[in-house]
């Protein structure tokens, strides 16, 4: 069956089902965002012309709202508390519903049981039954929740769920043994899904899949009246929840940015103002998203204190023709010094509160400074005030370009497919890759018989050698391109290294996420053994890794330019 735009939503907020404050949250939101929601998917229908989609039946179970995962967020959500996933949630459905899918959707272990035909009083069901959806989005604690209750189905099924996960696993942490055997096991990790079936929040590491949420969009004449209104001295606070506002040292740049601008809060309160908010701060309490956005509109700058990190709001401000202000973390936080990172599945290095805006955005919309040096901070703020910004919002946080993303990872992304060996072995033909003409890196050759039709096309793969100690990440962002880890199996090969003129005294074969790579001090080659643990993310200096990098549309760093 062919899938049909929609763009109609109220069908969808039936499904929403009802009752807890988080739901209420959603629901709204997506109300709101309806008529933007519909224009986009007019949009892509004309983009995409007559390709076929395929419609496809699908099950959103999600596990952090389930009584049974203890929902320790619903009832924050009038109080401060994280809202980031529920606007990443609420955006989702809408995108899978406007795409034309047949949708349920499950936010308890219950509605999960009969949705999956698990007869009720039964723990779990030791048959394999027929699975009645293509695809599953859940979260970690629905993983859980499945794996406990899908018996036997779980593990022939698996391959259709997607993981919703904020802030990312790395392969190394995502297999189990190697996780055990080389001290990456954390409370979430070690699933050997996949890499890419996990699905998160910002482009972190190309080894998951980048799925995003969206922000409100503005046309031309709303761009330039926010921009005409704009107060150049009114600064709002990043941070809904007082114990945000506890940061050491924040009186010393407080009390500059006050000598220049009047400072704004939304920190929820009961009674009385809290404490952490100083006098002069003029607080709003906790404001409704919409009002929230009108603050926005006003306000010349967002100024963030280093928590949350990597929430939507700082994408919001952008959206709505403020500068976000926000501080260096130097030494970066990491899984390993910081306790919020703690025991997440990653050991990438925050090097800001927002690494996207301050990575993929920018000046003149984002600036990053040291907060312990008064001087940097006061002539930020004071270039801030006389800089004029647009609003700005990059195309895949629009609908469109999550829309546009998300067709193309349902229509193309089948990991039900064994992966192919990580060595191609005695008999694969020579890897279709030559030595470019200036000797950098391998390009696809051009009459290579060779061409897979894998996704993404293996034509868009570039290969580098990375320096010491660099990551494949960083290695291809240097070169304006990005990290692709299904083209990882075409280069694990003796034949790449000889193409590239490795000098290699001798090859093995092993399980380390950081392979393959050239050790230079013995001169040594290393190939992958295990498919599940080619990786983007990770360095070592004794390592110069082989790299596989692609192109990417501008704006959209999940789709290579002829990926859709
Ligand atoms: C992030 O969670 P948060 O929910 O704290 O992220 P924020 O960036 O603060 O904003 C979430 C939404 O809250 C809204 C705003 C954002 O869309 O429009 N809001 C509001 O409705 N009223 C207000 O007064 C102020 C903001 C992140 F998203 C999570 O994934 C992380 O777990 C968490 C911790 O790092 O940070």
Not at 473 to 487: A, K, N, V
Request: with cysteine.
């Amino acid at each position: 069956v062919q899938a049909v735009f929609r763009s109609n939503l109220s069908h969808l907020l039936d499904l929403m089902g009802s009752g807890k404050e988080s739901l209420i949250f959603m629901k709204k939101r997506t109300k709101r965002l309806t008529a933007q929601w519909a224009l986009a998917a007019q949009r892509l229908a004309q983009k995409l012309g007559a390709t076929r989609r395929d419609q496809k039946q699908i099950l959103v179970h999600i596990g952090f709202l389930t009584e049974e995962s203890g929902d320790v967020f619903s009832p924050r959500v009038l109080k401060g508390g994280p809202l980031g996933e529920m606007v990443q949630w609420a955006d989702i459905l809408a995108a899978l519903y406007v795409l034309g899918h047949g949708l349920r959707v499950t936010v308890s272990l219950k509605e999960l049981q009969s949705n999956l035909g698990v007869p009720p009083g039964r723990g779990s069901c030791p048959l394999t039954m027929p699975l009645p959806f293509d695809l599953i989005y859940t979260d970690y604690h629905g993983l859980q929740q499945m794996k406990q209750h899908m018996g036997l189905s779980f593990k022939k099924y698996r391959c259709r769920i997607r993981v919703i996960d904020t802030f990312g696993t790395e392969p190394a942490y995502n297999h189990e043994e190697y996780a055990t055997l080389h001290g990456y096991r954390t409370n979430w990790g070690y699933w050997n899904l996949n890499p890419k079936q996990f699905m998160t929040m910002f482009p972190h590491t190309p080894d998951n899949s980048f799925m995003g949420f969206v922000s409100e969009e503005l046309n031309e004449t709303e761009k330039q009246l926010i921009k005409g209104g704009k107060a150049s001295n009114m600064a709002v606070v990043y941070g809904k929840e007082a114990s945000i506002w506890k940061l050491q040292g924040k009186e010393k740049f407080l009390g500059i940015l006050n000598k220049y601008m009047e400072i704004h809060g939304t920190v929820y309160y009961e009674s009385q103002r809290p404490p952490e908010v100083p006098a002069f701060v003029k607080n709003h309490g906790l404001l409704p998203q919409p009002e929230f956005q009108q603050l926005l509109r006003k306000a010349k700058l967002f100024i963030g204190f280093g928590f949350p990190y990597e929430g939507p709001a700082p994408l919001e401000a952008i959206a709505n023709g403020c500068i976000f202000l926000q501080s260096r973390f130097s030494p970066p936080h990491s899984s390993l010094n910081h306790e919020f990172f703690r025991g997440k599945p990653t050991s990438r290095e925050v090097f800001s509160q927002h690494p996207y805006a301050e990575n993929f955005i920018g000046k003149p919309h984002v600036w990053t400074v040291d907060y312990n040096n008064s001087e940097e901070f006061e002539a930020a703020i004071k270039a801030i005030m006389r800089t004029q910004v647009d609003p700005y919002l990059p195309y895949e946080y629009t609908c469109e370009g999550m829309l546009e993303r998300i067709h193309a990872y349902i229509q193309h992304q089948d990991f039900c497919i064994a992966p192919g060996p990580a060595l191609p072995g005695a008999h694969t033909p020579q890897s279709p890759f030559v030595l470019a003409p200036n000797a950098t890196h391998l390009e696809w050759a051009r009459n290579a018989s060779l061409a897979p039709a894998a996704w993404p096309p293996a034509r868009s793969l570039r290969a580098w050698l990375a320096a010491p100690g660099k990551a494949c990440t960083d290695t291809c962002l240097d070169h304006g391109l990005i990290c692709e880890p299904s083209f990882f199996p075409f280069l694990n090969s003796q034949d790449a290294f000889l193409k590239l003129q490795v000098p290699c005294d001798s090859t093995e074969s092993e399980m380390n996420h950081l392979y393959p790579a050239f050790a230079q001090p013995g001169q040594e080659c290393y190939l992958q053994k295990e498919p599940l643990l080619f990786s983007c993310a990770g360095s070592n200096s004794k390592y110069r890794r082989l790299c596989p990098c692609r192109d990417f549309r501008k704006g959209q760093v999940a789709l290579c330019q002829g990926c859709l």
